[in-house]
T-cell receptor
């Protein structure tokens, strides 16, 4: 009964490839997020969806495209991967009516070679 | 833009001593301040939070204080134990609108046995 799950946990790929990361939450939350954590451990918001609507879109290259097919899922597709995309990507979810705790997934470690 | 500064970046304490981590935020509309603990290779997890209508909150060995006028908030851990060793992140957020967390840069706490 995992609350926020991500697949895959590890992703190793070559520059120029296209890859996707999937996220699912079973908490009944209406808001989901993607964060990037770089090698210095900085946690930076990338995107957020509320009820399948994009509400946060930070300064992220347009090679990154989020998709939310329903409230429980938020996927991240990355085109033309670059070395600098190597990081840990965390999905998170929260309930907008409380505006409080965000629950994080286990993370996906992406390595671009 | 919105910013959260966090100090120190690393902190080493002897087991049983106290640890204090400080954060300063820039967005005066922020009214929710969570603290997350991230153990090595794991997801960030909420350990304590505080809302702007409260000046202090305690949970066993952990406490958070908030000075809204100065836009400062701090995490206090007493009687530290080796399992407290982790990276700690503060964040500031509004509880309406986009619910965007602005994270601090993290503090690596080492508790020496």
């Amino acid at each position: 009964d995992t609350a926020v799950s991500q697949t895959p946990k590890y992703l190793v790929t070559q520059m120029g490839n296209d890859k996707s990361i999937k996220c699912e939450q079973n908490l009944g939350h209406d808001t989901m997020y993607w964060y990037k954590q770089d090698s210095k451990k900085f946690l930076k918001i990338m995107f957020s969806y509320n009820n399948k609507e994009l509400i946060i879109n930070e300064t992220v290259p347009n090679r990154f495209s989020p998709k939310s097919p329903d409230k429980a899922h938020l996927n991240l597709h990355i085109n033309s991967l670059e070395l600098g995309d190597s990081a840990v990507y965390f999905c998170a979810s929260s309930q907008s009516s409380t505006g409080r705790e965000q629950y994080f997934g286990p993370g996906t470690r992406l390595t671009v070679t | 833009g919105e910013n959260v500064e966090q100090h120190p970046s690393t902190l080493s304490v002897q087991e049983g001593d106290s640890a204090v981590i400080k954060c300063t935020y820039s967005d005066s509309a922020s009214n929710y301040f969570p603290w997350y603990k991230q153990e090595l290779g794991k997801r960030p997890q909420l350990i304590i939070d505080i809302r702007s209508n409260v000046g202090e909150k305690k949970d066993q060995r952990i406490a958070v204080t908030l000075n809204k006028t100065a836009k400062h908030f701090s995490l206090h851990i007493t009687e530290t134990q080796p399992e407290d060793s982790a990276v700690y992140f503060c964040a500031a957020s509004r509880t309406s609108g986009t619910y965007k967390y602005i994270f601090g840069t993290g503090t690596r706490l080492k508790v020496l046995a």
